[in-house]
Nanobody, 117 residues
């Protein structure tokens, strides 16, 4: 059973930065991709971005492109989300997830990010 633990959320002023971390219990060579998602109150869950493990390629939602960066540490089985130039509309619970094939089947517990104006 894959277990994911996120950390790094918190309260930050608009324009500030946060770095989220996600530790994966399973060795990452067996997965297809790791992704970051978020869900704000009353809104649907949105994929923020993902990193494909085979080649390290990344993709991002238009809403965060140029401000957020996903990176990984293979040795630590971890993925990170660097969030810069944060906006109040980035406020949400952020989740990391693992796709072992083409679907995201394993989820962390989430970490709250609150951006004040």
């Amino acid at each position: 059973q894959v277990q994911l633990v996120e950390s790094g959320g918190g309260l930050v002023q608009a324009g500030g930065s946060l770095r989220l971390s996600c530790a994966c219990s399973e060795r990452t060579f067996s997965i297809y991709a790791m992704g970051w998602f978020r869900q704000a109150p009353g809104k649907e869950r949105e994929r923020v971005g993902q990193i494909r493990w085979s080649d390290g390629s990344t993709s991002y939602a238009n809403s965060v492109k140029g401000r957020f960066t996903i990176s990984r540490d293979n040795a630590k089985n971890a993925v990170y989300l660097q969030m810069n130039s944060l906006k109040p509309e980035d406020t949400a619970v952020y989740y990391c997830a693992v796709a072992k094939d083409g679907s995201y089947n394993y989820w962390g517990q989430g970490t709250q990010v609150t951006v004040s104006s």
